[in-house]
């Protein structure tokens, strides 16, 4: 059977404790994406989140990594953390026409992270998800989204998610709630367990089993080990692309968890 392609990655490529032990000692500052893009496969702009970005940022960005990598990116705050999402509209706009398209074929998922305070709501989500555009300049455009409030699992909110074809994320964490039901013909996946005492920030047997998750969801599968929302829906078998990111938790060694599952996939 066919299968999509996996990728596995990090959150950002600045950050100090990386440099000596992802980075080379020496590196520059400025050669330290072009480092990240020769050595693994995606990497979360979380940046996006926080503030608007030029286009010319967005196109030197995607000549510093090689082809086939692929970056993902996280909406704008002033998008999501608003209490009415249907009036959300306007900075939307804004932040898919700051320069996404400049990156090209190196264009991922658009992920959308919300409080944990947001609840869910059926109309007003649902308003969200017709918001959310699905080209740019030409170019396909994928969503994910991250909610981290309980009320969201909920059989309703994975029907109306995999209606609209957006990912769920499924958030590995030690607080905010798991839902692992597929609803996108990708699946992206937010591990944020680590353990910086690890050298791969997760055990070997942890990441024998994160390889045999994302191998049976690229083959269009759903893990029997992992919480569902909605257990009694059958989710369609087809490959799918899987993104999977090393994020919070067990940071400064994310990048060698990373590789290391990439290695078990290969």
Excluded: C
């Excluded at 692929?70 to 999402?85: C, D």
């Excluded at 839902?179 to 992206?188: K, L, R």
């Excluded at 191998?215 to 009694?232: E, F, I, R, S, T």
């Amino acid at each position: 059977m066919t299968a999509g392609t996996i990728r596995a990655g990090i959150g950002g490529w600045i950050f100090e404790p990386w440099r000596g032990t992802f980075y080379p000692e020496g590196l520059s500052k400025a050669k330290e994406l072009n480092y990240a893009g020769q050595h693994l496969q995606t990497i979360e702009i979380n940046s996006t989140y926080y503030g608007t970005q030029k286009p010319e940022t967005f196109a030197k960005w995607a000549g510093q990594v090689p082809d086939g990598f692929i970056f993902s990116v996280k909406g704008n705050r002033f998008v999501t953390n608003r209490k009415v999402l249907a009036e959300a509209g306007e900075s939307m706009e804004r932040f898919i026409k700051s320069g996404l398209a400049e990156l090209g074929d190196r264009l991922g998922p658009l992920i959308w992270q919300f409080a944990p305070t947001k609840k869910f709501d059926i109309e007003d989500f649902g308003a969200f998800l017709d918001l959310l555009p699905r080209k740019e300049a030409g170019l396909p455009l994928r969503h994910a989204v991250e909610v981290r409030n309980p009320s969201f699992i909920d059989p309703d909110f994975i029907a109306l998610a995999r209606k609209k074809n957006v990912a769920i994320v499924y958030a590995e964490h030690f607080e905010y709630p798991e839902i692992a039901d597929v609803t996108s013909d990708f699946v992206y996946a937010r591990l944020q367990k680590g353990d910086d005492n690890i050298e791969t920030a997760y055990s070997t047997d942890a990441l024998d089993k994160w390889a045999e998750r994302a191998q049976l969801w690229a083959k269009g599968g759903v893990p029997d080990d992992l919480p569902l929302a909605a257990p009694n829906e059958k989710t369609q078998k087809h490959p799918r692309d899987v993104f999977v990111y090393f994020i919070h938790e067990g940071k400064v060694r994310a990048p060698q968890a990373a590789q290391a599952l990439t290695r078990r996939i290969q």
